[in-house]
């Protein structure tokens, strides 16, 4: 037993070794910069020292689809034979479903800071295959489009793109009508039916919650998504997104959590967000003006906040102006220190019984220690 064991480790090396040799004769045979994948002098097996791509320095730059180029003609890529007329890129069409997803960076993987360039800012037309990860423009142009169309396509031919010189026209890629996606109408709510799921039949969605008040983008629960989303043509077709009925929620709520199912999964449809209802925090009074971000730092995470005035506001006794409160105090309160009526720092609840007999009449709201203010 232990020598088939041994025979079979050693041919395992032996395969190896010689997968290495290879690889190595080949990079041998072609006439390769290494520093466009080495940083190094001399890189090694055990020390590669492997370039980052570019597309890892992105800047992320993002424009409107009304304010971009609609068409777009390919036409710098020649050989000895034409077999194809110019390309019609139809721009502001593929802009407009973009913004449902990954936006410009969908295509414009790699932009200095400041702007978007175009493809052949990278990538050369001349097909000297100098550099193995840096393809050159005509395969560039086929990889983007190819590796989207061909995931919902159900077939992918040359002339869904490329009209024939000659007797042959594509009806799609000849036309000279400026295509635009038809608008998509962001639903205010969506209600989910789980079915007989016992912590509740439906999962309520308030879309507008999450972009008007938590300031989502899009993106943030669209990514990598495509058109196959939406149009595919393939059958049996099952979205990537919907294998995992979790996964545009988890990057901000803990769906591993059992004590955080009731938040969404009910047995009737919920109502839009509430600071009071949802949280027991009212800000109708003094904090409606207030964007989320302003008590929520960190991005996403709404949560866990201490609800004492004191963990946002560095107030003491002599700058605070108590008519913000709504109550302007009486002389006969105004030079009372703060923990007189406001025991353990608790201003939810203030007291008057360390001071006043109970049947002087200030209990709060009954009989207050000033007047109420607009």
């Not at 072609?30 to 791509?53: F, R, V, W, Y």
Request: charged share 25%; aromatic share 8%.
């Amino acid at each position: 037993m232990k020598k088939v064991i041994y025979l079979i480790l050693l041919a395992f090396l032996v395969s190896n070794s010689f997968a290495q040799s290879n690889l190595s004769k080949l990079h041998s045979k072609k006439d390769l910069d290494c520093t466009n994948c080495h940083e190094c002098e001399t890189p090694t097996k055990t020390n590669p020292c492997l370039a980052q791509c570019p597309r890892e320095n992105i800047k992320a730059i993002t424009y409107l689809a009304n304010d971009i180029p609609s068409v777009f003609k390919i036409n710098n890529i020649h050989g000895e034979k034409d077999l194809y007329e110019t390309v019609k890129f139809l721009h502001k069409e593929h802009a407009e479903m973009s913004q449902m997803g990954d936006g410009c960076t969908t295509c414009h993987h790699y932009n200095p800071p400041g702007k978007i360039v175009k493809c052949s800012f990278c990538h050369e037309a001349d097909r000297a295959e100098v550099s193995v990860n840096m393809p050159d423009l005509k395969s560039a142009y086929h990889r983007q489009c190819m590796d989207c169309h061909a995931g919902w396509e159900e077939e992918s031919k040359c002339e869904n793109c490329h009209a024939l010189k000659g007797e042959y026209k594509s009806s799609v890629a000849t036309t000279d009508i400026i295509k635009t996606h038809e608008p998509v109408i962001r639903p205010a709510t969506k209600v989910y039916d789980t079915g007989e799921y016992k912590k509740g039949k439906v999962a309520t969605f308030h879309h507008n919650d999450h972009i008007n008040l938590f300031g989502q983008n899009c993106v943030d629960c669209h990514q990598d998504e495509s058109c196959q989303s939406c149009h595919n043509q393939k059958p049996n077709f099952i979205k990537a997104i919907d294998s995992d009925n979790h996964s545009r929620c988890e990057s901000c709520h803990d769906t591993n959590s059992k004590k955080q199912c009731v938040k969404c999964h009910t047995n009737s449809e919920t109502k839009p967000f509430n600071h009071f209802r949802n949280t027991g925090f009212d800000i109708t009074k003094y904090h409606s003006k207030n964007k989320c971000q302003s008590c929520h730092k960190k991005e996403g995470k709404y949560s866990g906040l201490n609800a004492q005035c004191q963990s946002c506001h560095n107030w003491d006794e002599d700058s605070f102006d108590h008519t913000i409160t709504g109550l302007q105090l009486s002389e006969d309160h105004f030079d009372n220190d703060c923990s007189d009526c406001h025991g353990d720092n608790n201003y939810s609840n203030p007291t008057c019984l360390d001071c006043h007999e109970e049947g002087e009449g200030y209990i709060v709201p009954k009989k207050l220690p000033g007047k109420r203010i607009k």
